[in-house]
């Protein structure tokens, strides 16, 4: 029976098509459950998911929508998004899914995939036509599209289309200039065969999903696999994730999960709560029932896959079923990942040749001996000249990877770092309308009589074929598995302020304890730099960046103009802004604020100041911020020149404590306690009117003095504040 379905299957020409055999073979059967914020479960069959796809799909025909038509799909997570997506397809009209715009949001994002997909109209919920409809009206562009949403009674049967397209996946950062990825329906059968193979799916298996519906793995992985592979999907709200991380757990456990898949950021918040699990006190949690955990969607840190198998094991979990993969939406989904009976690679790299596109393995294994077990080696990997890698796994059957030089494109042997390139049937078509950018990404090779997908990340293979990502040539930011271009965030960001300037901004990402974590430098106006207000810049941007890309930004770096790496035709150079945020080799900055912290630390000490030591902590705080380092390395009997601090750096440090001590404090105090330990004695003696302390090492320099370094170290004008 089983083999006569794959046989079926693999004659159809569309999922759609698919979806019909189930609703034939098993019309009872529970194809999804939505669970929502209170663990209740919503669920439909595949009889039921065919009836009302069908119905909505005749009232898409009625409303004359041609095949070929493009649709916006604007749902919240729900069952509802799965209707329209199906009947998208069975009325031949193809779907866009995309995220909710939210209430007094700017609508820029979704105006740009409107007029780029070349939208017909949009679908939505029942429940939201006339809200969603309201928050539309702010945009000329998505106002004018017919509103549509599914309808309750009998409609004229119609005869089900079929268009080459499936749909178009439109990257969730893509604002300025967005591309559409055109997934057709044989690409995309093909990722789901492939997917069935290497991760052993069949009739009974159970996945969990909380992954978002209009990301390429939450909409292939989280739901397209259940119909193609006939199981049954358990699926939940990202939010209700990312408030309860403990409800993926919980959900895995009560329906007896034996797939799931998260980005890698996922497993270390799972892993942070099983390690305060109460076992006596706490609902029980089994996860002995997962033959495979996917992990993808953005860099994979072999710290948290150690560390999640390492805790996840003492209930019931075998660190066998994780399997790190590497994707992405041009190739409809999966490239290479692990099957049940391959082991999972890491290789310890000299982290210098690393650096230098150089492959010098120090050590290597699998994921079950693997050294890095806890958060406390984390240190030791930083300080001893290595890096870890872990492996991506091999590349899917009836697909070719190759590694090429990124100039020459000749083809590389192992251990040779290049562009990775895949080739094969579960290749998409290229971007929508966008024919400049499809051939460079993907090229007809006429040795192999081939498209081959470029896919800008860099990585090599070992001997046996095991594919390791090493970096990306593009400058798109992955952060917990959503991609946002660094235009489009230093837009953001230098609009947020008059005071900055425009066109002056470089953001990117940086690794910080295997999660990713979003850095903008921004210059600001000359006429600003006299007086810098890099708190409150800072603030305006943290705010318009989490207000326009629902990211969280960690540091800003604030310069003098002109002072951002720079091409002679202008270009931001943002590898080499990283590589000197890195290096710490900024050599004018007017101030860095740190916002990824313990919450609300420096506003709870700077209102409990009620011992020397406690102040003292604060000002070390204060120093790290500024240099963007942890606080753990600042000494607090170093002077603040030799640990890096600039004057105008001082001048923030200075303010802060203002701020929190109410004292006038003089801009030479900066000089003549010049260490954390001094400052904090002198401060604290002020506060209770005592002497204030003497010291011999004490630097007298006088305020005039001060102010010159100070303008010296901006490059113009300075003066006291």
């Known amino acids: 029976m089983i083999d006569m379905d794959k046989k079926r299957r693999h004659d159809v020409e569309s999922i759609h098509r698919i979806l019909e055999l189930r609703a034939r073979r098993t019309p009872n059967k529970q194809a999804y459950g939505l669970l929502d914020e209170n663990f209740r479960l919503t669920e439909i069959t595949y009889a039921e998911l065919l009836e009302r796809a069908s119905a909505l799909a005749s009232c898409l025909a009625e409303r004359k929508l041609a095949a070929g038509s493009r649709c916006l799909l604007?749902?919240?997570q729900s069952i509802e998004f799965i209707v329209a997506f199906f009947a998208c397809l069975r009325a031949g009209t193809v779907p866009v899914p995309v995220n909710m715009p939210g209430r007094n949001r700017p609508l820029t994002k979704w105006e740009g995939i409107a007029r780029n997909a070349q939208a017909d109209c949009i679908l939505t919920d029942r429940l939201l036509v006339a809200s969603l409809g309201?928050?539309?009206q702010g945009s000329d562009t998505l106002a004018a599209l017919p509103l549509y949403a599914e309808e309750e009674g009998p409609h004229e049967e119609t005869t089900a289309a079929c268009h080459a397209l499936a749909f178009l996946q439109y990257t969730s950062g893509s604002t300025g200039e967005p591309k559409g990825v055109m997934v057709t329906h044989a690409a995309l059968l093909s990722n789901l065969r492939q997917l069935e193979a290497k991760f052993a799916f069949d009739e009974n298996s159970v996945m969990v999903s909380w992954l978002p519906f209009y990301h390429d793995m939450g909409l292939i992985l989280g739901i397209l696999q259940g119909v193609y592979s006939g199981y049954k999907v358990i699926l939940m709200k990202p939010a209700d994730f990312m408030q309860q991380p403990a409800a993926w757990l919980r959900a895995v456990s009560v329906y007896g999960a034996t797939h799931t898949g998260a980005p890698n950021f996922a497993y270390r918040l799972?892993?942070?709560?099983?390690e305060t699990?109460?076992?006596d006190g706490e609902e029980p949690i089994a996860?002995?029932?997962?033959?495979?955990a996917f992990c993808g969607a953005e860099p994979v840190d072999l710290q948290t896959l150690t560390r999640f198998a390492n805790v996840a094991k003492h209930y019931g979990f075998d660190s066998g079923a994780l399997s790190p993969g590497y994707g992405l939406a041009e190739a409809s989904l999966v490239v290479a990942t692990y099957g049940t009976?391959?082991?999972?690679?890491?290789l310890k790299l000299d982290r210098a040749k690393l650096k230098s596109n150089v492959v010098q393995v120090l050590d290597g294994g699998s994921l079950d001996n693997a050294p890095i077990a806890a958060e406390s080696e984390e240190a030791e990997e930083s300080g001893s000249g290595a890096v870890y890698l872990v492996g991506n796994g091999f590349v899917i059957d009836g697909h070719r990877l190759s590694v090429r030089h990124t100039e020459n494109r000749r083809e590389l042997g192992e251990g040779q770092i290049g562009e990775v390139v895949f080739s094969g049937p579960s290749v998409t078509q290229g971007y929508w309308n966008r024919p400049v950018e499809t051939d460079l990404a993907f090229p007809y090779d006429e040795r192999s009589g081939r498209i081959e997908l470029h896919t800008?990340?860099?990585?090599?293979?070992?001997?046996?074929?095991?594919?390791?990502?090493t970096g990306r040539m593009k400058d798109l930011i992955i952060i917990q598995g959503m991609n946002y271009y660094p235009q489009d965030i230093e837009r953001t960001a230098f609009e947020a302020d008059p005071e900055l300037r425009p066109d002056g901004a470089a953001a990117f990402s940086v690794d910080r304890g295997g999660e990713e974590k979003l850095i903008v430098i921004q210059e600001a106006n000359?006429?600003?730099?006299?007086?810098?207000q890099c708190e409150r810049w800072a603030a305006r941007i943290r705010d318009r960046v989490r207000s326009v890309h629902d990211i969280s930004v960690e540091a800003v770096v604030f310069v003098p103009p002109m002072h951002i790496p720079r091409t002679t035709s202008g270009k931001i150079q943002r590898g080499k802004a990283k590589l000197m945020y890195e290096n710490n080799e900024w050599a004018k900055t007017l101030g860095i604020c740190v916002f990824d912290r313990e919450p609300g630390y420096t506003e709870r000490v700077g209102a409990e100041i009620s011992s020397e030591p406690l102040l003292e902590r604060y000002i070390v705080e204060l120093v790290a911020e500024q240099l963007a380092v942890s606080s753990s390395v600042i000494d607090g009997e170093l002077p603040f020149m030799e640990l890096g601090l600039t004057s105008a750096m001082a001048l923030s440090v200075r303010h802060s404590l203002e701020r929190a001590t109410g004292l006038s404090i003089s801009a030479t105090a900066l000089f003549n306690y010049n260490t954390a330990g001094r400052m904090s004695r002198y401060l604290f003696a002020l506060l209770r009117g005592g002497d204030v302390p003497g010291d011999s090492a004490l630097d007298e320099r006088s305020e005039s003095e001060w102010l010159e370094l100070l303008k010296r170290e901006l490059g113009g004008e300075a003066r006291a504040n």
């Open 270 to 274: 799972a892993a942070d709560k099983l």
């Open 134 to 136: 309201e928050t539309l």
């Open 287 to 292: 996860l002995n029932g997962l033959r495979r």
């Open 74 to 76: 604007m749902f919240h």
């Open 341 to 346: 009976r391959q082991r999972v690679g890491w």
């Open 526 to 532: 000359r006429s600003a730099v006299r007086n810098p």
């Open 456 to 469: 800008g990340d860099l990585g090599f293979k070992t001997a046996s074929g095991e594919l390791y990502i």
């Open 277 to 279: 699990w109460d076992r």
